[in-house]
């Protein structure tokens, strides 16, 4: 069993959050001893989730539905299985989208690293669009595709 401040430590979160969670229900049957919270595996399971869940996107008040729904048993799987499916659809679009302004940056990388050996942008303004270095062509395309 761990203390609130442990906790804190543990998933780097401020004391108020985790109280805001215990608050809206995220937190159901933590266990209290003389009115302290204590903190055993399965709140820092439902911490694990909440915390993922809220870096792909999602808002409390659906995370509070899922929790939700995992107190209400086996007759809410599809349920929290669609859920799943849904925020991974929405953190591989993430992704592809992230992956896209990461070749743009990486381009831009070389670009600029081109432009101070040769004191100017003359050259690079040559190859554009469709001459520049293959592994380059290939990041400049990624990043310029719609």
Known sequence: MYTIGQISE???LP???LRYYDKEGLFPEM????GIRRFGEREIEALRVIECLKKSGVEIK????????????SSTYIKR?????????VVENEIRKMEKVLDMIRYKCWYYEQ???D?????????LPDHLPEE?????????DE
């Open 62 to 73: 659906d995370i509070k539905v899922f929790m939700e729904w995992c107190r209400e048993g």
């Open 31 to 34: 266990e209290r001893v003389s």
């Open 115 to 117: 432009a101070v050996k």
């Open 10 to 12: 543990m998933f780097h």
């Open 81 to 89: 299985k669609e859920f799943f499916q849904n925020q991974k659809e």
């Open 119 to 127: 004191g100017n942008e003359d050259r690079l303004n040559e190859m």
């Open 136 to 144: 380059i062509q290939d990041v400049y395309n990624r990043a310029h």
């Open 15 to 17: 004391v108020s959050t």
